[in-house]
């Protein structure tokens, strides 16, 4: 191994790693908890659902207004 590589690597891993100021970390992480896959999930869950309650209950009010009629 070549001692200018191994400059290198140390350099890499003993470098100050950069971080963002702090509001724009709040603001990254606000991002990133947004599109969380589970939030997103449950809020099709939650709105597939609901369809099929609305449609459920319009098929029952369909089916006594038949059983009233006959």
């Known amino acids: 191994m070549s001692l200018d590589y191994i400059n290198i690597v140390m350099k890499s891993l003993f470098k ?6 702090p509001p724009q970390r ?3 992480a606000e991002i990133k908890d947004t599109f969380n896959e589970k939030k997103i999930y449950r809020a099709r869950w939650v ?12 098929i029952i009010v369909l089916l006594i207004a038949i059983l009233a009629k006959v």
């Open 26 to 28: 709040k603001f990254v």
């Open 16 to 21: 100050k790693k950069q971080t963002l100021p």
């Open 47 to 58: 709105w597939y659902h609901t369809i099929l309650a609305a449609e459920l209950f319009l």
